[in-house]
T-cell receptor
Framework: GAVVSQHPSRVICKSGTSVKIECRSL??????MFWYRQFPKQSLMLMAT?????????EQGVEKDKFLINHASLTLSTLTVTSAHPEDSSFYIC???????????????FGDGTRLSIL | AQKITQTQPGMFVQEKEAVTLDCTYD???????LFWYKQPSSGEMIFLIY??????QNATEGRYSLNFQKARKSANLVISASQLGDSAMYFC???????????FGKGTKLTVNP
């Protein structure tokens, strides 16, 4: 099946550091990629939607200058948490979509997530 | 706006028994999709099953079946013959209209007891 690779799986860094998380679709071209944030024992919260070659669309309340998204190609999207602070600590998950016509198989293919801890 | 409601924060089931996880949805769209994902403690999201709004048959995938009652706007997940490895969070998810965005319920934490 389709595979999405997310790297790194875990990051621990000091406050003020910028952290980049990569999301790659390994065996398909993703029409759209999504970034989610998940707090402990809560559901996934969509942060932004990105399409290759265009600016990401951020959900209400998400700081676009804090969470920079670059969708460089049909197989790679990156999320950079700029000047991270302890409140940015969370579980971040990316997903990739191949398009609605393939939803019966799986609507979005998820990466394994990144646990970000800011000290 | 779409909304997914999962009213069971936690469920317990004995190994080898069946369990039903409840999900109701609210949408005004005629075309929509309903999905269930499993999230073990390790964090990855595992796709389980899909039901399209126009599908007349309930979806089944191995031990998973989706009890789709369109008039009631419910899409309950039934897991038969529970296994210890089924212990996880389960999310009911929807998408509708022309959007590829997914709307997640709050999730149900399933614990399978030996």
């Amino acid at each position: 099946g389709a595979v999405v690779s997310q790297h790194p799986s875990r990051v621990i860094c000091k406050s003020g550091t910028s952290v980049k998380i990569e999301c790659r679709s390994l065996d398909f071209q993703a029409t759209t990629m999504f970034w989610y944030r998940q707090f402990p024992k809560q559901s996934l919260m969509l942060m932004a939607t990105s399409n290759e070659g265009s600016k990401a669309t951020y959900e209400q309340g998400v700081e676009k200058d804090k969470f920079l998204i670059n969708h460089a190609s049909l197989t790679l999207s990156t999320l950079t948490v700029t000047s991270a602070h302890p409140e940015d600590s969370s579980f971040y998950i990316c997903s990739a979509s191949r398009g609605r016509e393939l939803w019966s198989n799986q609507p979005q293919h998820f990466g394994d997530g990144t646990r970000l801890s800011i000290l | 706006a779409q909304k997914i409601t999962q009213t069971q924060p936690g469920m317990f089931v004995q190994e080898k028994e069946a369990v039903t996880l409840d999900c109701t949805y609210d949408t005004s769209d005629q075309s929509y999709g309903l999905f269930w994902y499993k999230q073990p403690s390790s964090g990855e999201m595992i796709f389980l099953i899909y039901q399209g709004s126009y599908d007349e048959q309930n979806a089944t995938e191995g031990r998973y079946s989706l009890n789709f009652q369109k008039a009631r706007k419910s899409a309950n997940l039934v897991i038969s013959a529970s296994q210890l490895g089924d212990s996880a969070m389960y999310f009911c998810v929807s998408s509708s209209g022309g959007s590829e965005k997914l709307v997640f319920g709050k999730g149900t934490k399933l614990t399978v007891n030996p």
